[in-house]
């Protein structure tokens, strides 16, 4: 072989390893902070079932999209690999499988090394935060799970590079109340509890 | 010589009455097992079938006319689009009320579509797939199904995101002031007094 062409060889197989590489790194994380949800049971009389699957494709059409007008934005679902939500409205059909769902769920993000940054039980609503953290400044994932007064449940999972101080515009543009109260910088380890008797 | 003409009007016909088989297919699959009419006829009130022969014959036109910049902007932005509405009488028709969403994802998932959105609530349910594989970062290929207790639309399309996004921020200065040509009553519409 020509030096000439080992040399093309050897760089183009150097490159290909970089580039598997890269991937290689970044695909196990997302998906480690990608929670299955499972199917969950929609409720039998007519209430409301929702559910919402965005993946890195239409993610990154958002983004572009907002890159004129809203360039915070475009940065914020550009770093974002996928966002899951469900809601969904219980009766007495679903109510106590729902129910018993969310807690073995927040049980398996507490034991699978998930920090719970909020938990909050007010006015009937039982909220929990969860980060999934990879060093001091990076967030992977998030899990946020609410079960309000025995009438409704949501749960949320948002993939991606996360920063923490942009938690709090992440839960601004998508509705996410729990979200709203984090993002001062730093304070991703606030946590509270507050029980009305 | 003879023989390829037939073919090619065959195929002229085809692209113009659809074209787009992937959001033909989507679709499709979307009516087959939403539509709840159990061998009784639903009524269609609306199909519609625009493929790229006659959005490019359309451009062609509104671009030789005087047109609004938002007409050819809309136009650019539709690659292609199929709507459908099928309505029944709920008390008279058998009517198979429950979905099975798992199937309907298995189908359209073998088409290349993955489900975003999944709403129910009392009889409603709203469902919306995209298709991957898009032919470029602004192309979009979407379809839409809204079923009621008496009703079914079917949407699809595929859509140049890029041209949408303008013509969205060009409806911003849709007022009367920057289009002098417009007649009195669209003028009325957006509250001006001529």
């Known amino acids: ?197 | 010589m003879l023989l390829s003409v037939p073919f090619a009007g065959a195929a002229l016909l085809w692209l113009s009455s659809g074209g787009g088989a992937r959001v033909t297919a989507g679709t499709e699959a979307l009516r087959n097992q939403l539509d709840p009419t159990t061998g009784a006829a639903a009524q269609t009130q609306v199909d519609v079938r625009l493929g790229w022969l006659p959005l490019t014959v359309g451009r062609l036109v509104v671009g030789l006319t005087p047109a609004p910049r938002e007409a050819r902007m809309a136009l650019r932005s539709v690659r292609e689009a199929s709507v459908s509405v099928r309505q029944w009488n709920p008390d008279r028709e058998r009517v198979t009320p429950n979905i099975d969403i798992a199937a309907l994802d298995s189908v359209m998932e073998r088409q290349g579509w993955t489900r975003v959105v999944r709403v129910q609530e009392e009889l409603q349910t709203v469902l919306v797939y995209v298709a991957g594989n898009a032919a470029g970062e602004w192309d979009l290929t979407a379809c839409v199904a809204v079923r009621d207790r008496d009703q079914l639309v079917i949407a699809g399309g595929r859509f140049d995101l890029e041209a949408l996004t303008e013509l969205a921020r060009g409806i911003k200065d849709l007022s009367p002031k920057h289009h002098p040509n417009w007649p009195s009553q669209i003028a009325g519409i957006f509250g001006s007094s001529r």
């Not at chain 1, 949501?154 to 984090?182: S, W």
Request: aromatic share 4%; net charge negative.
């Open chain 1, 1 to 197: 072989m020509k030096p000439i062409h080992r040399n093309v060889a050897v760089t183009a197989l150097l490159s290909l390893s970089l580039v598997t590489t890269t991937f290689a790194d970044s695909a196990p994380k997302a998906v480690a902070a990608e929670v299955d949800f499972g199917k969950w049971t929609p409720p039998s009389h007519g209430g409301e079932f929702v559910e919402v699957n965005l993946k890195e494709n239409i993610l990154g059409m958002a983004a572009r999209l907002a890159t004129k007008d809203q360039p915070e934005i475009a940065e914020l679902l550009g770093g974002i690999h996928s966002i899951r939500v469900n809601v969904i409205g219980l009766d007495d059909g679903n109510r106590t499988d729902t129910t018993d769902r969310i807690k073995t769920l927040r049980g398996k993000l507490d034991a699978a090394g998930w920090e719970r940054v909020v938990t909050a039980n007010e006015n009937h609503s039982d909220v929990a935060v969860h980060l999934k953290t990879h060093g001091k400044e990076a967030v992977e994932g998030l899990v946020v799970s609410v079960l309000e007064g025995g009438k409704q449940a949501v749960v949320v999972n948002i993939v991606g590079d996360i920063r923490p101080e942009k938690l709090a515009l992440l839960g601004e543009k998508f509705g996410i109340e729990p979200l709203k109260q984090l993002g001062v910088p730093g304070a991703k380890h606030t946590e509270k509890t507050e029980t009305k008797p």
